[in-house]
């Protein structure tokens, strides 16, 4: 899929004032990996390892001549605790061996467009490009930069999208605690989903993502009684 006659092929597009958006998912075909230079070990959520992050970050700026990042260290931050919900999505990851029969393989493909799908609805819902966390919408260059981000919508996106679908259309009266039961569904219903599907990988992987969030959340709510002007948070 093309835009026009002399651009680079696009995987999907949007059209947000029309509702419509078309992905193309021939370029998703686990067939194609080593075309396009997708390292099956580095998938979400193993694309947030730290010598993974890095050595791509050397090779970005590389390309691009940069000299010196200014950036945080990673070391500030430290490890995520082995319960967070990266932890145990990661967990769920390893615990999953690589795909090499026919139906695997095209499980792995649905799994994939099910994502590709979900990001070009988000931009229906008039999101853009996420540039503030790891996110489902953040800008991607191609299929192998498409398999490294999460599936999940970070919190800047997520109160976008609750603003449009909750608030705007609801009014604004007891929003904060509306918006809250509105995501808390939304992560049920996916959790769900991804309970039907978690003979796959990438779907375990995301239930057990989802599952301490839900966990994470109803502890947030218990501690945040009493606090109104506590918000939504992802």
Known sequence: MYEDGEGAYVTGRAWA????AI???VRYNPSLDGLAGIDPLHRWPASHYKAYVD???QVHNKTKGWKKRNCLSSKAFGKPPVDSALALATQAANQARQPSSRDELSNQWFARVVVAVSREAGHCFGLGNSKCYACLMQGVSGIRRAGEIPPYLCPVC????GW??????????????REKAWLEA???ALKAFCNKWNKIPQFATFEAWLEKRL???KGDD?????????GPSN
């Open 55 to 57: 050595e791509r970050s």
């Open 164 to 177: 449009e679908l909750v608030l705007l259309q609801h009014g604004f009266e007891g929003g904060i605690e």
């Open 215 to 217: 966990e994470d959340r």
């Open 222 to 230: 218990e501690g945040d009684e009493g606090d109104e002007a506590a």
């Open 186 to 188: 939304q992560y049920a």
């Open 158 to 161: 997520y109160s976008k999208l």
């Open 23 to 25: 992905v193309s998912t």
């Open 17 to 20: 004032s029309d509702g419509v």
